[in-house]
């Protein structure tokens, strides 16, 4: 069973930075694709930012582009979404997704979530 783990949440001020981390165990972890969705109050949950098994490739919603990273370190079996130049709309619960598929498009495992707060 693929567990997935968030963590790196908080409350920041307007133009902060966060850096969320994602531990994943009971898989070959470097097999999958992984992405950032997140979820804000009275919204559906949507897309952040995706990386491929290698961490080669990338792809980021145009509203984080410039300002988030994603990344990952397939020998810790973690991966991370760097925030800069938070701003309030970025307020949300994020959560890391597993594709075991790898193209991004399956994602089958997810963690709890963990709340980003950005105050203006």
């Known amino acids: 069973q693929v567990q997935l783990v968030e963590s790196g949440g908080g409350l920041v001020q307007a133009g902060g930075s966060l850096r969320l981390s994602c531990a994943v165990s009971?898989?070959?972890?470097?097999?999958?694709?992984m992405g950032w969705f997140r979820q804000a109050p009275g919204k559906e949950r949507e897309f952040v930012a995706q990386?491929?098994?290698?961490?080669?490739?990338?792809n980021y919603a145009a509203f984080v582009k410039g300002r988030f990273t994603i990344s990952r370190d397939n020998a810790k079996n973690t991966g991370n979404l760097q925030m800069n130049s938070l701003k309030p709309e970025d307020t949300a619960v994020y959560y890391c997704?597993?594709?075991?598929?790898?193209?991004?498009?399956?994602?089958?495992?997810w963690g709890q979530g963990t709340q980003v707060t950005v105050s203006s």
């Open positions: 990386i491929n098994r290698s961490g080669g490739v990338a």
């Open positions: 009971g898989s070959t972890f470097s097999s999958y694709a």
């Open positions: 997704a597993a594709d075991p598929l790898g193209g991004g498009r399956n994602y089958d495992y």
